[in-house]
């Protein structure tokens, strides 16, 4: 049995989006001149795909192989079809040999493997998994933050002459970990892993949505108040996703700091997101998991602004202009860090007011409302109650939307 080599390259193009360019290394192998059972195989990055006869399927089309006949033929086609709704293009290289042959195997090694395998799906769907990507990074990184930033936030007032239950965010950890093992840092985390493909894929493409609408032309890259404006909108659409998963997740996180008080009132505590969304439900209505709408629409709205114009006036600063695609990772892990820590610089102590009112208590609250629960903390603590959790707030904000970010762009990038 005899090998060749040879390179083939097909470009299929398509208006929008830009045109993709499918390449690789393929093996032609002469085989026995019968050329029964004959399977076409397409490997690469993707996974295998393996169709029978002369065809290999993929997600997105077919990859067609039109084989020589039993007894050669020196003018044999390898054709490639990529077919969609809005696409469809043949393209062929020949390929010829002087003896009785057959096309037997496709293969793109990794290193050559550079295809677009989703040249007809859409900004939305793009947005949709890169934006999941990014939160799932996001969740990873920042989640044991979090869960101290909430425990600090809604730790009892202690009374006068006690010491509070936390003396920080150190001891704070210390004491979780003590009581609940390393996996109490991750507590509540199933609320918002449930729902990070949806609140993300609101996030990134309303915020896309929103630039293609400021464009003056397709493709314009936006000023840095442009993307004040696309953060913005895209905060009031996430706002409503965000309410429900915030006010589980807070209520979990918040359980240890609680638990005296429950005890004492012969409460049992919920046992996890689902039975906390069902405690809810019973006690307060649907309507109960939207308690703290408007703190929370009161964070996500101007903080989102100030977040996507910090990350694009960071990078056109890092790259010396509105062209950015050139940055390397770790501008875009600069640009996402400090976007992450002016979000919370800018909007704090409206998250301190949104977790002190959805871990309130729904037949006898402490708050009646955003502005009661301002005052009263006030009164009770002075300004510095408005931060409390604001340590790990800023140590969770930088590497956690740096890892968001990074994985957003190199994922939508990989996307085309």
Known sequence: MVSKRFMMAFNVSSTPPPDPVLSGEFMATEVDPICSDTKLSLIGKSGLFVGTENSATASLGSFHGTLPPPHGDPGAELCCRLAGPDLQRRCCQTWSSSAACMLYSLSFPSVFFSVNLFPLMGDVAKDLIAGTVGGAANLIVGHPFDTIKVKLQSQPTPAPGQLPKYAGAVDAVKQTIAAEG???????????????????????????????????????????????????????????????????????????????????????????????????????????????????????????????????????????????????????????????????????????????????????????????????????????????????????????????????????????
């Open 182 to 416: 390393p996996r109490g840092l991750y507590k509540g985390m199933g609320a918002p892993l449930a729902t990070v493909a949806a609140f993300n894929a609101v996030l990134f493409t309303v915020r896309g949505q929103m630039e293609a609408l400021l464009r003056s032309e397709p493709g314009q890259p936006l000023t840095v108040n442009q993307q004040v404006v696309a953060g913005a909108g895209a905060g009031v659409a996430v706002s409503f996703l965000a309410c429900p998963t915030e006010l589980i997740k807070c209520r979990l996180q918040a359980q240890s700091a609680l638990a005296e008080a429950a005890a004492a009132s012969g409460i049992a505590l919920p046992k996890g997101p689902i039975d906390v969304a069902k405690h809810v439900v019973r006690e307060a209505g649907m309507k109960g998991l939207f308690k703290g709408l408007v703190p929370t629409m009161g964070r996500e709205v101007p903080g989102n602004a100030v977040m996507f114009g910090v990350y694009e006036a960071t990078k056109q600063y890092l790259a010396g202009g509105q062209d950015t695609s050139n940055l390397g990772r770790g501008s875009l892990i600069l640009a996402g860090g400090l976007a992450g820590a002016a979000f919370w610089i800018s909007v704090y102590p409206t998250d301190v007011i949104k977790s002190v009112i959805q871990v309130d208590d729904y037949k006898k609250p402490r708050y009646s409302g955003s502005i009661d629960a301002f005052k009263k903390i006030v009164a009770a603590d002075g300004v510095k109650g408005l931060y409390k959790g604001f340590g790990p707030a800023m140590a969770r904000s930088v590497p956690a939307n740096a890892a968001t970010f990074v994985a957003y762009e190199i994922t939508r990038s990989a996307l085309g």
